[in-house]
């Protein structure tokens, strides 16, 4: 589904972040992408999402190489793809109803149907209640679940999460891995960015370790 | 009960500085070219009262009523329109002198105590094709002496001003349209900037081009809707005023009146969609071309 070929990535002329990354990530996989900060994950995350392209090697998504790829496929590519960013990405200026619901009104989904799977989707991360607020007045943990409810609620094919339980409780973080666990279960590939070593030892997957811009493949934890 | 719910605009434009200033110049902008514009087609009025539109030269032959009998009258029209230059030829109808003098008399005289002259109307592409002394001595075998009236000098000089008048209206229009889209690209680019984060998340999510330029196209047509009406109203009601303020045909009948068609007040009225429509199209040109450059 995703391959990397000897990718590497800088930003500008500044100096390579990501060097020689070499990965395949099969349909229905999960892992867990991990090191320590400033170890390149942010950034190979924003090649999965494609929000760069690499600056070297061969990334191909969905069976299509992505420097060749049209803007129109790259659009097609990224409604595939689900995104907990790390600082949220939310739309400020949009309810938490509305933030969530913007992948589905994108792909022209029906309103009545978009409103029953946000409410739905909100009552499970517990943010029913909060459906006109708009994320300035929200928690940092608030915050990530929104963010968590809209990367999830178009049933993507690949989910990419940099870090995203950073900002909640136990409960809660748990709560919301389950939800990705499930949806890994229904054929979501999953990459969740982390620092929290709890998580692989309680829903273990393959571990992938970053170190100053070089990946290496580790063992469950 | 549903509560109906309005769907949120993603790119918050409403809150742009240019949300006056979109108004504001494509306002002024109607305003100078309703103005403009009716001022040249009050003038083409003007100018097809003294009919002296178009492209065509003209000349009126008035002929002797003792000879111009039915054949004679028909022999000279097949004369003239054989004349190198000449592009037509017609009889002047009863009612039309009668129409034209009517400006004279104040009316309708009687045909028995002014008995109506015979005239031809010839036009050409130039003056040239039309000299009064050439024609006489062509038509003096078929039908007498005639008389050869041609467009005077003056006329000439006042075509050539129409003509000039309204070349500049359209350069006018041109540059008062080229302002208004340099306006319109200059503040859907400095839009894109400041939303600049909001599209790219937008783009992350999945948002086609097209998607965020709808957003953009539609503001920008509020925008110069809210404008331009206003601006268009405003030259209205002045060229009605000033229209008003002119002569009409009661007080100097030898003058043609000032004023404009149905077909003309609609054209002008449409002039405010018509800035819409083109500030619509520029911003979405804009967002595309804009977005195509991104990654």
Redesign the interface.
């Given at each position: 589904m995703i391959r990397f070929e000897n990718v590497g990535l800088r930003y500008g002329s500044g100096p390579e972040v990501l060097h020689d990354i070499d990965l395949t990530l099969e349909s229905g996989s999960g892992h867990y992408l991990v090191g320590p900060t400033g170890a390149g994950k942010t950034s190979l995350l924003s090649l999965l999402y494609l929000g760069r392209r690499p600056t070297r090697g061969l990334l191909t998504m969905f069976g299509q190489d992505v420097a060749t790829a049209t803007r129109s496929a790259l659009t097609g590519f990224r409604r595939r793809i689900g995104v907990v960013f790390q600082d949220y990405n939310l739309l400020d200026h949009l309810s938490a109803f509305d933030n969530v619901a913007l992948p589905l009104r994108l792909v022209g989904t029906d309103p009545d149907m978009v409103r029953d799977h946000v409410h739905q989707l909100l009552e499970w991360v517990g943010l029913d209640t909060m459906a006109e607020v708009k994320p300035p007045l929200m928690s940092g943990g608030e915050k990530q679940r929104v963010a968590v409810a809209r990367a999830v609620i178009g049933q993507p094919d690949v989910l990419l999460a940099d870090e995203p339980t950073g900002n909640l409780d136990e409960p809660m973080a748990d709560r919301l891995m389950m939800l990705f666990m499930e949806l890994n279960r229904h054929g979501t590939t999953l990459v969740i960015a982390t620092h929290n070593t709890r998580l692989p030892q309680r829903f273990p997957h393959p571990v992938l370790h970053l170190k100053e811009g070089f990946l290496k493949a580790g063992r469950p934890w | 009960m549903v509560r109906w719910?309005q769907?949120?605009r993603?790119v918050?434009l409403a809150s742009d500085p240019s949300s006056s200033f979109v108004p504001t110049i494509i306002g002024a902008m109607v305003f100078l070219s309703t103005l403009v514009l009716g001022a040249s087609l009050a003038m083409e009025g003007v100018a097809d009262g003294w009919q002296i539109t178009g492209q065509q030269y003209r000349a009126t032959i008035e002929m002797s009523l003792d000879s111009a009998s039915e054949e004679t009258v028909a022999t000279s029209i097949e004369v003239l329109a054989q004349l190198p230059g000449i592009t037509r030829v017609r009889l002047v109808g009863d009612d039309e002198i009668l129409e034209t003098i009517e400006a004279w008399t104040g009316g309708r005289p009687d045909l028995d105590l002014l008995p109506l002259p015979v005239l031809i109307d010839i036009e050409a592409l130039s003056p040239d094709a039309l000299r009064s002394d050439i024609i006489e001595q062509i038509l003096e075998e078929t039908a007498g002496a005639v008389t050869v009236y041609v467009e005077p000098q003056w006329l000439l000089a006042v075509r050539s001003t129409v003509g000039t008048v309204q070349l500049v209206t359209a350069l006018m229009l041109v540059i008062i349209a080229l302002i208004s889209v340099v306006s319109i690209v200059y503040v859907t680019r400095t839009a894109l900037s400041i939303h600049q984060d909001?599209i790219?998340?937008?783009?992350?999510?999945?948002?086609?081009?097209s998607?965020i330029a709808i957003q953009f196209q539609n503001q920008s047509l509020l925008l110069a809707l809210m404008g331009g009406v206003p601006g268009n109203v405003l030259a209205i009601i002045i060229m009605v005023i000033l229209m008003r303020e002119l002569p009409g045909s009661a007080e100097a009948p030898l003058l043609p009146a000032v004023s404009l068609g149905i077909r003309e007040w609609l054209f002008l009225g449409a002039l405010p969609v018509i800035a819409a429509l083109v500030a619509m199209v520029a911003a979405r040109v804009t967002v595309i071309t804009s977005l195509?450059r991104m990654?």
């Open positions: - | 719910r769907r949120p993603e918050p909001t790219e998340i937008m783009h992350q999510i999945g948002a086609q081009d998607y195509g990654p």
